[in-house]
C-alpha cells in the first residue's frame, strides 16, 4: 500500500527544491514541426524517484499550498525558457494555474516581476486555465486575466469539452486556444458522438480565430483524423511522452517531423466560403422584404481580405503560393466580393427579384469555380 503524502512532505520538498519541469511536446499538425510544450510538474525526490503530480497536486490544492508551488515554479519556468530561447528560439511554453492562483492578488505581480527582470518575450508563455478556475466569478479573477493578457501572456482554456459551462467562458475571456480534453479525443476513434464533439469544436474554434489544441493523442489515426478535421496543434503520448528538460531540448535540436497536411484548413476554406455566400444570400433577401438596408443584424464581410476565407488565403494560406489552384483563387474571390457589393447595394435600391436573380447567378458561377479550385488543391495536397 502506497504511503499517503501529507502536506507537510510537500512543502520541505519545495523548500528544498525538489519540484522540477518535465516538458509535454506540441507539434503543428500543419507542417510537423515542434512548436512548443506543456510544463508539467514533477516531484523528484533525493533518492531518484519521481512521484505523479495525482499524489501531491490535490492536496496541494485542497489546502491552497498550490499558490506558493506555482509562484516557485514560474521562476523554474522563466530560467528554462530563456535556456530554450537560446537552443531552440521560437518554442512556446504553457503552464497550469489553479483556482487559488487567480484568486492570489500576488500572482500577477510575481508573473510581471520575473519576466521584465529577465527580459523574457512573455508572447512565448501561455498559462492554461481549467474551467473550474473561472466559474467562480470575482473581481480578483477577473483583474488577474486581464492583466496577463495585457502583458501579452496567452490564454488557453484547457480541458474544453468537460464543462457545462464552457462556451460562457470562452465567450467572456480573450482566450488565444483551446485545449480539447484529452478524454473526448481518447474517445473519438469509436465513439461517434465525441468525434461530433471534437469536430464541431475544431470548427468553433477556427471561426473564433483562435488555435485549438487536442491533447490525448495516442495513435497515429486519431492524429490524422484531427489533421483532417481542421486542428492545428496536437499533444499525446504517440506524438511524445513529457521530457526532461535536456532530453526535450534534444527533441528541439534533431528538428524531427511528424506527419503534416494542411489538408484540413482546406476543407474549412471551403465551409468558410459557403457560410460567407449563404450570409450574402440571407442578407440581400432581408434588405428587399424590410427595404432598410442598416437593419441588418449581420452583414457578410465586404472586403475579400477580411472573410474568413481571405484570412487564409492571405495568411496561412500563403504557403501554397505557386500551386497553380491556389493562385487561381484570387481573381474569381475579388471578383465575387465586388459582386456582393453589387448586390447589397442592388437590394438597398429597391432592385426588382428578376434583377437579383440575374446577379445571384453570377454569384453561384464564381462561388462553384472557388469550391472548385479548393476541392483540386486539397487533392493535390492529398
Same mark, same amino acid.
Given at each position: 500500500m502506497t504511503k499517503q503524502i501529507t502536506l507537510q512532505e510537500i512543502k520541505k520538498a519545495l523548500a528544498k527544491d525538489e519540484f522540477i519541469f518535465h516538458y509535454q511536446p506540441k507539434v503543428s499538425m500543419i507542417t510537423g514541426e515542434l512548436i512548443g510544450g506543456e510544463a508539467l510538474i514533477r516531484w523528484k525526490k533525493s533518492d531518484g524517484h519521481i512521484v505523479q503530480p495525482s499524489e501531491f497536486i490535490p492536496l496541494a490544492e485542497s489546502s491552497g499550498f498550490i499558490s506558493e508551488i506555482t509562484k516557485?515554479?514560474?521562476?523554474?519556468?522563466?530560467?528554462?525558457?530563456?535556456?530554450?530561447?537560446?537552443?531552440?528560439?521560437?518554442?512556446s511554453?504553457?503552464?497550469?494555474?489553479?483556482?487559488?492562483?487567480? =484568486? &492570489? $492578488?500576488?500572482? !500577477?505581480?510575481?508573473?510581471?516581476?520575473?519576466i521584465v527582470s529577465r527580459q523574457l518575450n512573455s508572447n512565448k508563455i501561455?498559462?492554461?486555465?481549467?474551467?473550474?478556475?473561472?466559474?467562480?466569478?470575482?473581481?480578483?479573477?477577473?483583474?488577474?486575466?486581464?492583466?496577463?493578457?495585457?502583458?501579452?501572456?496567452?490564454?488557453t482554456m484547457d480541458d474544453f469539452g468537460?464543462?457545462?459551462s464552457s462556451l460562457d467562458i470562452l465567450s467572456k475571456y480573450s482566450f488565444s486556444s483551446l485545449k480539447i480534453d484529452q478524454g473526448v479525443v481518447s474517445r473519438m476513434e469509436h465513439s461517434? =458522438? &465525441? $468525434?461530433?464533439? !471534437?469536430?464541431s469544436s475544431i470548427r468553433m474554434g477556427h471561426q473564433l480565430g483562435i488555435d485549438v489544441v487536442a491533447e490525448g493523442i495516442e495513435s497515429e489515426k486519431v492524429y490524422r483524423m484531427l489533421q483532417n478535421f481542421g486542428c492545428t496543434i496536437g499533444q499525446g503520448y504517440w506524438i511524445s511522452h513529457p521530457l526532461s528538460l535536456s532530453d526535450f531540448l534534444s527533441l528541439a535540436q534533431e528538428m524531427k517531423r511528424w506527419p503534416s497536411t494542411p489538408a484540413g484548413l482546406i476543407y474549412m476554406a471551403q465551409i468558410d466560403h459557403i457560410q460567407w455566400r449563404k450570409l450574402l444570400i440571407n442578407s440581400v433577401f432581408d434588405i428587399k422584404a424590410s427595404n432598410d438596408s442598416f437593419q441588418l443584424e449581420s452583414k457578410p464581410p465586404k472586403c475579400e481580405r477580411s472573410c474568413m476565407l481571405g484570412k487564409w488565403y492571405y495568411g496561412a494560406g500563403k504557403v501554397f503560393s505557386g500551386v497553380p489552384q491556389f493562385d487561381d483563387l484570387e481573381e474569381p474571390h475579388s471578383k465575387l466580393h465586388d459582386l456582393g457589393d453589387e448586390l447589397i447595394d442592388a437590394?438597398?435600391?429597391?432592385?426588382?427579384?428578376?434583377?437579383?436573380?440575374?446577379?445571384?447567378?453570377?454569384?453561384?458561377?464564381?462561388?462553384?469555380?472557388i469550391i472548385r479550385l479548393l476541392q483540386e488543391l486539397e487533392n493535390e495536397i492529398l
Open positions: 516557485t515554479m514560474f521562476h523554474k519556468l522563466v530560467i528554462d525558457m530563456v535556456i530554450f530561447e537560446d537552443v531552440a528560439g521560437g518554442l511554453i504553457s503552464m497550469n494555474a489553479s483556482t487559488k492562483d487567480f =484568486k &492570489d $492578488r500576488g500572482f !500577477v505581480d510575481i508573473v510581471k516581476k520575473t501561455e498559462v492554461e486555465l481549467t474551467e473550474s478556475s473561472l466559474l467562480e466569478e470575482s473581481d480578483i479573477v477577473d483583474s488577474n486575466i486581464s492583466s496577463l493578457a495585457e502583458m501579452g501572456i496567452a490564454l468537460t464543462g457545462f461517434d =458522438k &465525441d $468525434r461530433a464533439i !471534437v469536430e437590394a438597398a435600391k429597391g432592385a426588382t427579384r428578376e434583377e437579383l436573380v440575374s446577379k445571384m447567378r453570377e454569384l453561384s458561377r464564381l462561388s462553384s469555380l
